[in-house]
């Protein structure tokens, strides 16, 4: 099914549409500025935009809130070197864990770290992600934090027999758990592509190279894209999530808990989308590949039928059964961000219309349902009605979804995101009527 909207109108071809793109990606960075930690760190938001103390201080908003406002200050947004620096200092301290490496899940509201939760890859892959964008966005430590990063990601996560990550750890990294998680290799993937990225630029050709290199990060990437390649092809299109150690699938897992933030039962339509739009980016760095295009279509297709104005009212359903059945009908604001990255990459990649469609309607249902002009920033989560709801997500947590959908669409599918505004390669720049020559 694709979506339509009432007039069908292409926006990505549109000037006006980059300039409305620009105010929306400016409004979130203004939204995101208060989650800067006078001890450092960022706080998770309520809905009104303000630090909610009681979730403590989670390495995984920190490091998306990091990389969100090195991308402000790579933009040159007033302000936005203040938050990530912020943020950015939490990473190199208090969250970082000084007597066994890496970093804590969380501080709790007292400030003492979590260490019930273990080590987690999803949380380094974000530590990962952000040290690449401060050292991009020439952030004071953010090239140490991205050697340390890299370093730590490759010796405790990255299962290089499999070709992709461990999931979890105890907090003294002395025993690692069973599970095995999708969530965490995507956010490995985007990770891999955005070091590949930054050691390309910052390298220095006579020192050591981090993590083997570029051209060794981008193959770790690929490796795990394949992997994903062959689930959609199995499974058609429906993703698993969840495995054993071996990396078989766990369909049932979670089964009594639908409504997991991270973990839930069934499959996710949401992260079809992202993972469409990731395969293309690692083609894109890599070279032309038939198999991970396929899967790409493949993947967004399955959840746009799946998941997209599922049970009679508009959205994206949060699961569904392994026929496509909605199980969890909350409407996540993640899932609608990757839709709209998800539909201009494959518009940017094949040039059929279809794709521009999707992407002026999911933007449409945002501006109606998710957009909170009074409030500022998204509503998280809504209900089946299309309301704001707290089911999974209570607050407006962080920006870091909702930020990529405004720069996504105005960018090449490589390179990522730091490097391309780097490089001056966002359309339109502001600066592109003085003649200002586009560099890494």
């Known amino acids: ?28 960075l203004a939204f995101g500025a208060r989650s800067a930690l006078p001890d450092g760190g960022a706080a998770y938001l309520d809905t009104s935009g303000e630090p909610d103390p009681t979730q403590g201080v989670l390495t995984w908003i920190t490091a998306r809130t990091t990389h969100a406002y090195s991308l402000g200050v790579l933009l040159g947004v007033p302000g936005s070197a203040a938050v990530a620096d912020a943020a950015l200092a939490a990473l190199t301290g208090r969250l970082r864990d000084a007597e066994h490496g890496g970093w804590f899940h969380a501080l709790g509201p007292d400030g003492a770290p979590d260490l019930a939760a273990g080590k987690s ?13 401060a050292a991009l966005a020439r952030r004071p430590g953010g090239t140490t934090l991205l050697a340390d990063a890299a370093d730590v990601y490759l010796t405790r996560f990255w299962d290089d027999d499999a070709g992709r990550p461990l999931d979890t750890w105890d907090a003294d990294f002395t ?31 006579d020192g050591p190279a981090v993590g ?28 698993p999530e969840h495995f054993g150690p071996d990396w078989a699938p766990d369909l049932g897992f979670n089964r009594s808990q639908p409504e997991d933030p991270f973990k839930p039962y069934g499959a996710t339509p949401g992260h079809g989308l992202e993972w469409s739009r990731l395969l293309l980016n690692v083609e894109a760095a890599v070279g032309a590949d038939d198999a991970l295009a396929a899967a790409a279509v493949r ?18 359903v949060y699961t569904t059964d392994w026929d496509g059945t909605p199980v969890v009908r909350q409407r996540m604001h993640w899932v609608v961000a990757e839709a709209i990255a998800a539909a201009a990459a494959l518009h940017r990649r094949t040039g059929e219309r279809r ?14 349902h998710l957009l909170d002009r009074t409030g500022g ?37 490589a390179p990522t995101l730091a490097r391309a505004l780097r490089s001056r390669l966002l359309v339109p720049w502001p600066e592109d009527a003085d003649g200002g020559r586009r560099t890494a």
């Open 121 to 133: 890859c999803y949380n380094h892959a974000f530590v990962l992600l952000a040290a690449s964008s």
């Open 377 to 413: 920033s998204w509503w998280h989560e809504l209900d089946p009605h299309n309301m704001p709801a707290t089911t999974v997500w209570p607050g407006k947590p962080d920006i870091y979804h909702a930020l990529q959908a405004t720069l996504l669409p105005r960018l090449p599918l």
């Open 299 to 316: 993947l967004f297709d399955r959840a746009v039928d799946d998941g997209w104005d599922a049970d009679g009212a508009q959205g994206f």
């Open 355 to 368: 794709y521009a469609d999707s992407y002026a309607a999911w933007w449409d249902y945002a501006e109606r």
């Open 175 to 205: 025993r690692t758990d069973d599970y095995r998680g999708l969530n965490a290799t995507m956010h490995s993937v985007e990770a891999m592509l955005a070091v590949a990225d930054a050691v390309e630029v910052l390298e220095d050709p």
């Open 212 to 239: 083997g290199g570029a051209a060794a990060w981008r193959d770790r990437a690929v490796r795990a894209a394949r992997f994903v390649v062959e689930l959609a092809v199995a499974h058609d299109g429906r993703l």
């Open 1 to 28: 099914m694709t979506a339509t909207p009432a007039v069908p109108v292409n926006l990505l071809a549109r000037p006006a549409h980059q300039a409305w793109l620009d105010t929306e990606c400016r409004r979130l």
